[in-house]
């Protein structure tokens, strides 16, 4: 049974360009919640998905959005890319009908580095 | 913004002696939950305790949760070289996501 899957596992980009990271849920599970985990941080709540739609975001500013499939995988997408968002970003995935707050199960994580 | 705060921020340990790291938090939980995470890689799942719930064990890991001192510790007994890791507390309430501290880095030498 395949865990969570992320793709790339690395990416180097510049400033102002996109990128869409990829995510594809434990199996069964139907919720798709993205991190951003900076250097020596925790991870930081970005968006979760569920039924294709954004259920609940965090404070990130709109130049990062998302999407889910009808197959509960999930795409990140973050355009006009700052320095500042170099970091590790993390997808977990979750069971039906569990709350926001009950286990994530996490991918390894696509590491992005902005020049 | 990072509700829990894991103390202290690095800790290290003989292998075979234990390990403790404590987590403090500032608002009303439903659970608190610990993970792991290896050199930059995913969040490992380790346990999840209740807020009804004071003690939990899962093989070497023991937690603790105070919800009068808004705190929590992890025990890890008889520490081994592949424990070495960031640990982290996750603290969920209702429907709103997980929050999580800065983690804790733990290095056992062996």
């Known amino acids: 049974d395949a865990g969570v899957t992320q793709s790339p596992t690395h990416l180097i980009k510049t400033r102002g360009q996109q990128v869409t990271l990829r995510c594809s849920p434990k199996?069964?599970?139907?919720?798709v919640s993205w991190y951003q985990q900076a250097l020596g941080q925790g991870p930081q709540f970005i968006f979760q998905?569920?039924?294709?739609?954004?259920?609940q975001r965090g404070n990130f500013p709109d130049r990062f959005s998302g999407h889910q499939f009808p197959n509960y995988s999930s795409e990140l997408n973050v355009n006009a890319l700052l320095l500042g968002d170099s970091a590790l970003y993390l997808c977990?995935?979750?069971?039906?009908?569990?709350?926001?707050?009950?286990?994530?199960?996490f991918g390894p994580g696509t590491r992005l580095l902005v020049l | 913004s990072q509700q829990g705060e894991e103390d202290p921020q690095a800790l290290s340990i003989q292998e075979g002696e234990n390990a403790t790291m404590n987590c403090s938090y500032k608002t009303s939980i439903n659970n608190l939950q610990w993970y792991r995470q290896n050199s930059g890689r995913g969040l490992v799942h380790l346990i999840l305790?209740?807020?009804?719930?004071r003690e939990k064990h899962s093989g070497r890991l023991r937690v603790t949760l105070d919800t009068s001192k808004k705190s929590s510790s992890l025990l890890i007994t008889a520490s081994r070289a592949a424990d070495t890791a960031s640990y982290f507390c996750?603290?969920?309430?209702?429907?709103?996501?997980?929050?999580f501290g800065k983690g804790t880095r733990l290095s056992v030498i062996a």
């Open positions: 998905y569920y039924e294709e739609e954004e259920r």
């Open positions: 199996s069964g599970h139907d919720t």
């Open positions: 977990a995935s979750s069971p039906p009908q569990t709350g926001q707050q009950e286990t994530q199960y």
């Open positions: 305790i209740r807020s009804n719930e």
């Open positions: 996750a603290t969920g309430l209702g429907n709103t996501p997980l929050v």
